[in-house]
């Protein structure tokens, strides 16, 4: 049975930081996994923040967070990460943590999903 549970979300103000954990159990080969954030604001589709896979490869991200946000992971805690800074107002959002034996670059592509963290940024 497999849980992505996240943490961390909060309201924060322009130009602050927060960092949001997925904890992760039931993935069979934890390091055979692409690992995703995605967000998704009311009224808007969900996308695609960032995205790693756990056994080789660079990070990617979304245009609208290069620079400010990371991805990570570790494979002795099977977590993910994304640190996020500089935040914006326009990054309100509730944040989901994905999981995908394969992966790709819309929500469609992942079948592993936690219940989500709200991320509200004020101006």
């Known amino acids: 049975h497999v849980q992505l549970v996240e943490s961390g979300g909060g309201s924060v103000q322009a130009g602050a930081s927060l960092r949001l954990s997925c904890a992760t159990s039931?993935?069979?080969?934890?390091?055979?996994?692409?690992m995703a954030w995605f967000r998704q604001a009311p009224g808007k589709e969900r996308e695609l923040v960032a995205s790693?896979?756990?056994?080789?490869?660079?990070?990617h991200y979304a245009d609208s967070v290069k620079g400010r946000f990371t991805v990570s992971h570790d494979n002795t805690e099977k977590a993910l990460y994304l640190q996020m800074n500089s935040l914006k107002p326009e990054d309100t959002a509730m944040y989901y943590c994905?999981?995908?034996?394969?992966?790709?670059?819309?929500?469609?592509?992942?079948?592993?999903w936690g219940q989500g963290t709200q991320v509200t940024v004020s101006p």
């Open positions: 790693l896979y756990t056994g080789v490869g660079s990070p």
């Open positions: 039931g993935l069979t080969y934890y390091g055979t996994y692409c």
């Open positions: 994905a999981a995908d034996p394969i992966g790709g670059p819309v929500a469609n592509n992942f079948i592993y």
